[in-house]
């Protein structure tokens, strides 16, 4: 792992994107928190550690939405949020590590509207952030990547993140990175349109469903060389209502991010501020709970001379300690462990900045 990643990114629909919405999203999510409680067992500073990351720096990664967020429009609406999107851009705020847009598909009838909406932001946006990024969904064929790729010639800086939405897409992925011609970034998996196309009706669409997981791999598998970060789809029941309600939502929300944890994607979908709870929760729980044993395992293979050891009944090499490395790589950058503590749990054999260099001392 070469970069930082964010945990999430968070989609809002673009008529209600405002320059203090990720402040205001922080605080919505809060707010849930201590409303209803969190429900499940927390390893201990988890919960403090949470709370501290939704009033600090909520969201790490948010798209302004024209495409299932924002809905079907006039092209006389379209044309004033695009360019109103675009000012607010411009002028800063409260934005996030990473911001982008997610426009229409650029295939059939709504290639013109996506077109026009990218334009019109970017007239007015003449100042942008750092890791901005452009979203294009219900890719097709690799011709509408290189339609983007084009409509971006005069702003190189600008990323490229692809939707992975139908078998089709998941064939094709290779290609479509090709026709990004470097700008690609990250490959978002479309979980619902691609369970439809499979032809699995509603009652069977969940992100743990093993169509869903062989997507997943799919993707790994063909973009683990290229540099590009896989992103999972959302989990679609809110956490509103009551109590009952809410619990029962970041349940399954967090069943979900845990299940992705351990099949190596870093990074989902959320679609409401209050799911950002069940987040972080899950992400911090997630490299809490397996922080001491992984210490232990790295600790010990250093200490060997970096020989194949066995601790109790695992058995490490270099292979597995690859992904000791990696885990204390991405506990640090997602802020769920402290650079010291890892530091301190494997015995100074850690570089614990979370860079590049975060390996254990060789001998």
């Known amino acids: 792992m070469t970069h930082w990643q964010p945990v999430h990114v968070l989609y809002g629909g673009a008529h209600l994107f405002r320059p203090d919405l990720m402040t205001r999203a ?4 809060l ?35 024209f495409e299932d967020g924002y809905g079907i429009r006039s092209d ?19 934005f996030p590590k990473r911001l982008g847009i997610r426009i229409r598909s650029l295939s059939g009838a709504t290639r013109e509207r996506g077109l026009r909406t990218l334009e019109l932001f970017l007239q007015e946006a003449t100042s942008l952030p750092d890791n901005f990024v452009v979203t ?22 600008i ?49 743990l469903h093993p169509v869903c997981d062989f997507a997943r791999a799919t993707m790994l598998m063909q973009l683990a060389d290229r540099g590009i ?9 809110i956490p509103a209502g009551d109590q009952a309600a809410v619990h029962a939502a970041w349940h399954g929300h967090g069943e979900a991010v845990r299940h992705a944890l351990l099949s190596g994607i870093y990074q989902g979908w959320d679609i409401h501020p209050a799911q950002l709870v069940s987040r972080y929760a899950t992400v911090f729980q997630f490299f809490a709970e397996f922080a001491e044993p992984a210490a232990r395992r790295l600790r010990n293979f250093v200490e060997q001379q970096q020989q194949a050891t066995r601790m109790g009944v695992q058995f490490d090499d270099e292979a597995t300690v690859a ?18 503590r890892i530091r301190e749990m494997t015995g100074d054999h850690f570089a614990a900045d979370g860079t590049d260099a975060a390996m254990p001392a060789r001998r």
């Open 31 to 65: 707010k849930a928190l201590d409303a209803h409680g969190y429900p499940e067992l927390l390893v201990k500073g988890v919960e403090e550690r949470v709370r501290e990351k939704l009033r600090s720096a909520a969201v790490e990664d948010f798209r302004i939405d």
């Open 159 to 207: 990323k490229i993140e692809l939707m992975i939405e139908t078998p089709q897409a998941m064939r094709n992925m290779g290609a479509f990175v090709d026709a990004a011609e470097g700008r690609c970034v990250g490959a978002h998996f479309g979980a619902y349109d691609y369970m439809s196309s499979c032809g699995i009706t509603f009652a069977g669409q969940t992100l």
């Open 26 to 29: 922080g605080a919505v999510a």
């Open 229 to 237: 970060d896989i992103v999972d789809g959302v989990t679609n029941l």
């Open 136 to 157: 294009l969904p219900k890719i097709l064929h690799p011709a509408e990547v290189s339609t983007l790729v084009r409509a971006l010639d005069t702003v190189p800086e």
């Open 323 to 340: 992904g000791l490395r990696n885990f204390f790589i991405r506990a640090v950058r997602c802020g769920a462990i402290e650079p010291t």
């Open 76 to 94: 006389a609406e379209e044309d004033e949020h695009a360019r109103a999107a675009g000012r607010t851009v411009a002028a800063g705020g409260v």
